[in-house]
């Protein structure tokens, strides 16, 4: 069973940064995507960022250069850095093995940032 296990989030001001953090199995963490999304109540989830197994990384739009997403391919874990965050980064991220979560979802992380 796919496992992955997020850290972080929390509530910030806008214009802070915030870290999150996320843990996953060996076995969907090894040679896969592995990406961040998230989620507002009402809407659907959307991708913020994904990175390949050789550390290549595509952005949503509305996150790039504000927003970092690294692997440590010796730990299986991915960090999305998030930096100048606005009150529309509110959501609930989710890390995801595999585009669209292929291979599974983390638990969901709320992220609020306040005006």
């Known amino acids: 069973q796919a496992q992955l296990v997020e850290s972080g989030g929390g509530f910030v001001q806008a214009g802070g940064s915030l870290s999150l953090s996320c843990a996953a199995s060996?076995?969907?963490?090894?040679?896969?995507?592995m990406g961040w999304y998230r989620q507002v109540p009402g809407k659907q989830r959307e991708v913020v960022a994904h990175?390949?197994?050789?550390?290549?990384?595509t952005y949503a739009e509305s996150v790039k250069g504000r927003f970092t997403l690294s692997r440590d391919n010796t730990k299986n874990t991915v960090t999305l850095q998030m930096t100048s965050l606005k009150p529309e980064d509110t959501a609930v991220y989710y890390c995801?093995?595999?585009?669209?979560?292929?291979?599974?979802w983390g638990q969901g992380t709320q992220v609020t940032v306040s005006t």
């Open positions: 995801a093995a595999g585009f669209d979560g292929y291979y599974g």
């Open positions: 060996g076995s969907i963490f090894s040679g896969n995507v």
């Open positions: 990175i390949t197994a050789g550390g290549y990384t």
